[in-house]
């Protein structure tokens, strides 16, 4: 993406917290990622309880730093948030979903929390890749616009198909949504820490 290109997704991420880029990553790049996550299902396997805490905080730690899951990060991420020297991309966060059981399930936003480790230095922005389709019925995020302003806002939807970038404003509320759809949902998310 040129500068120009970059111009209309920054308005929208300053003024709605958040843009979602169509096609942004490519194949190729997508079926490396989903590639490598279901080899580390089939050769490490997941438990109930592991599958549980994993979908909060994300699923296996040690791929965090494999090829495969940072060559989904699209080369532009870096300038649209705003990139300065000093600054540095956190921990990826490999989120799958699994299908629920049908529940009611009143969503409840929330935002990111920095690492202890970042020293009181906060989030420029975050970019998650979605490495599946993602309807309303399959686990799609859901976002609260505008509520980076700290205004009361209604939750929305955001479907995404494999390929597909949502680019959030540290501050926007957002929350992860039942799966009832038959297939795993998958994504990683990229957070960039500002300099100090």
């Known amino acids: 993406m040129t500068e120009i290109a970059l111009t209309s997704p920054r308005q929208s991420l300053r003024e709605d917290g958040y843009v979602v880029l169509r096609d942004a990553v490519p194949g190729s790049a997508v079926t490396a990622a989903v ?32 090829p ?12 649209l948030l705003g990139w300065q020297e000093g600054d540095e991309w956190a921990e990826p966060q490999l989120l799958l979903r699994f299908p629920d ?13 920095v690492p202890p480790w970042a020293a009181g230095r906060d989030y420029r ?12 019925h399959d686990g799609s995020i859901a976002i609260w616009p505008r509520s980076h302003f700290g205004q009361p806002a209604q939750s929305t939807p955001v479907p995404l198909a494999a390929g597909d970038v949502l680019v959030m404003h540290p501050g926007l509320g957002h929350s992860g949504t039942l799966n009832l ?16």
Request: avoid cysteine; proline fraction near 8%; hydrophobic fraction near 40%.
């Open 101 to 113: 059981e049908e529940e009611h399930w009143d969503l409840q936003p929330h935002v990111d929390q």
């Open 35 to 66: 590639r490598r996550l279901n080899l580390a299902i089939r050769q490490h396997g997941l438990t109930p309880e592991q599958i549980d805490e994993w979908q909060r905080v994300g699923f296996f730690p040690h791929l965090r730093w494999e």
């Open 181 to 196: 759809g038959p297939s795993v949902r998958m994504a990683i998310y990229f957070r960039l820490i500002a300099r100090a």
């Open 125 to 136: 922005g975050i970019v998650g890749v979605s490495l599946s389709d993602a309807g309303p």
């Open 68 to 79: 495969q899951v940072w060559d989904v990060l699209p080369p532009f991420a870096a300038e």
